[in-house]
């Protein structure tokens, strides 16, 4: 892996570390990230990073046709990143901050107390960093932290991971396409949860309630009142919404 060989300050002032803000979730309808936690520094940049991106498209298979029916176009998906972190700690044998950082990235994907008192448990919200990497700066969630010791001192301490951190997105508003360039609106779909409500949903996608009717029309709902969990709704582009 590149830069391993190096003490942490070896490379000059020049070079630009990564990092990882981990923060609270918000509370209530917000896709701001609460109070920052820690501020993950890594040690050494990282060699690769994975990144993806998928388009969902849905095909209703009809009796009647015989090649397949046309595709629809349902949304784009999140991002997902994979990083790696080596943490290497063989300088101070004696110490366990190798230890105490490959816990913190676990703690990644533990709920915080804060949600929990706040009635809305989650895990923390991070967002790497990486200079003049913006492909790679999003606001997510840590879906999985996989780490491997490979050196431990003599009382058994681990002394050298290497982590291998999983990262998914969570979307801000959506925004939308011009919609005089002929391009597809931007519009995405939402699995609908406990609690959730047209007025809700709208408040949150256009900040205007009074728009839910877009949505209930969109999806050829008659009675906003009977919102069943677990049904997928196709949420308007903004730019297709009354007022926007």
């Known amino acids: 892996m590149a830069g391993k060989g190096g003490k942490s300050g070896g490379a000059g002032k020049s070079l630009v570390r990564a990092s990882l803000a981990i923060h609270e979730p918000?509370?209530?309808?917000?896709?701001?990230?609460?109070a920052l936690i820690k501020n993950f520094t890594f040690e050494f940049n990282p060699s690769q990073?994975?990144?993806s991106r998928r388009a969902q498209w849905?095909?209703?298979?009809?009796?009647?046709?015989?090649d397949g029916s046309v595709p629809e176009f349902m949304g784009p998906e999140p991002r997902k990143m994979t990083v790696e972190v080596f943490l290497d700690g063989s300088a101070m044998p004696g110490g366990n901050t190798v230890l105490k950082k490959v816990e913190a990235l676990f703690?990644?994907?533990?709920v915080t107390a804060k949600s929990i008192a706040a009635k809305?448990?989650?895990t923390p919200w991070v967002i790497f960093q990486w200079g003049s990497f913006s492909t790679a700066r999003f606001t997510a969630y840590i879906s999985s932290v996989d780490a491997t010791y490979s050196l431990f001192s003599t009382t058994g301490i681990p002394i050298r991971a290497t982590c291998q951190v999983r990262l998914h997105e969570i979307p801000s508003k959506t925004k939308g396409q011009n919609p005089t360039s002929g391009a597809l609106t931007a519009r995405r779909v939402h699995r609908v949860v406990a609690g959730d409500t047209?007025?809700?949903?709208?408040?949150?996608?256009?900040?205007?309630?009074?728009?839910?009717?877009?949505?209930a029309q969109?999806?050829?709902?008659?009675?906003?009142?009977?919102?069943r969990t677990g049904t997928e709704l196709m949420l308007p582009a903004a730019e297709e919404v009354g007022g926007h």
């Open 107 to 110: 703690s990644c994907c533990e």
């Open 120 to 122: 809305q448990p989650s």
């Open 198 to 215: 047209l007025q809700s949903l709208a408040w949150r996608e256009y900040g205007d309630a009074n728009d839910w009717r877009s949505i």
């Open 26 to 34: 918000p509370i209530g309808q917000s896709t701001t990230p609460g």
């Open 49 to 51: 990073i994975a990144l």
């Open 218 to 227: 969109a999806n050829g709902i008659d009675d906003p009142s009977r919102l």
């Open 58 to 66: 849905k095909a209703t298979p009809t009796a009647a046709v015989r």
